[in-house]
């Protein structure tokens, strides 16, 4: 059996994806619906009171085209943590009126070799940095689960450990020349989700994610070995943007 590469791994995270039922919610008495906003308003805040302790992440997006209209994205140390969030957001009025469009379950994740020998993971401040991160507050937003391709003589799993990793390496030279203009959290999702990663970039200008990931189907650990997902582009949103977007 090859050999398999070990990772460290931080805050388990969940990508809740949800599409409104714009028809029932227009129907709505004003009065209604702003108790509905001002509920779901409430919620938001006490997500977001994690990041300044340092106790977990959290955004908020909405995307653009048919597949969901928000996307909300949460970083916490245990499953149990990201089940109750679920539920949180089930019992407001505001869920009576979305639906699931797409969730995605997973776990930060960084190679082991990026540790390097004899430096403790958690007191590490870089590595804690990687494994615990904030949600960059760039305007733009892309997410989009993955796999590596197990099919014939293109099967990664059959690879030796030192050609997987010097595939990578090469992989991640084309990810540093963006270094400034896209950043990316990487998630682990074997046995956790229907893929096996989960990648979310974030850039203040969206052009910047078809560049990159066009450059990167050229590179051979995409070109012989990647399957994508779909594919979720949005924009950040404060809790004046989503106000806005739900007042009719």
């Not at 969030?85 to 997973?106: C, G, I, M, V």
Request: proline content about 4%.
């Amino acid at each position: 059996m090859n050999q398999a590469v070990q990772t460290l791994d931080g805050w388990y995270t969940l990508h809740d994806l949800r599409s409104i039922d714009w028809a029932s919610w227009k129907a709505l008495d004003n009065d209604e619906r702003a108790e509905a906003v001002d509920e779901l308003l409430r919620l938001t805040q006490a997500y977001r009171n994690v990041i300044p302790h340092q106790t977990g992440a959290y955004g908020q997006y909405r995307i653009v085209g048919q597949k969901a209209d928000l996307m909300f994205i949460h970083m916490r140390p245990t499953v149990e943590e990201l089940a109750d969030l679920e539920t949180r957001f089930q019992k407001t009025r505001f869920a009576d009126f979305t639906a699931p469009a797409y969730t995605y379950l997973s776990v930060v994740e960084l190679s082991a070799y990026l540790a390097k020998p004899g430096v403790d993971v958690d007191s590490d401040p870089y590595l804690q940095g990687r494994l615990k991160p904030e949600l960059p507050q760039t305007r733009n937003v892309c997410f989009y689960p993955m796999s590596k391709r197990r099919q014939g003589s293109d099967n990664w799993y059959m690879l030796s450990i030192e050609e997987r990793r010097e595939l990578m390496k090469n992989h991640g030279r084309i990810g540093h020349e963006y270094a400034g203009k896209v950043k990316q959290i990487i998630t682990g999702s074997t046995g956790l989700d229907d893929w096996e990663w989960g990648v979310t970039l974030f850039s203040d200008d969206p052009l910047q994610f078809k560049k990159l990931v066009y450059e990167m189907r050229f590179d051979e650990a995409s070109a012989r070995f990647g399957e994508f997902g779909p594919f979720f582009v949005g924009s950040r949103l404060d809790d004046a943007d989503l106000a806005r977007m739900l007042t009719v």
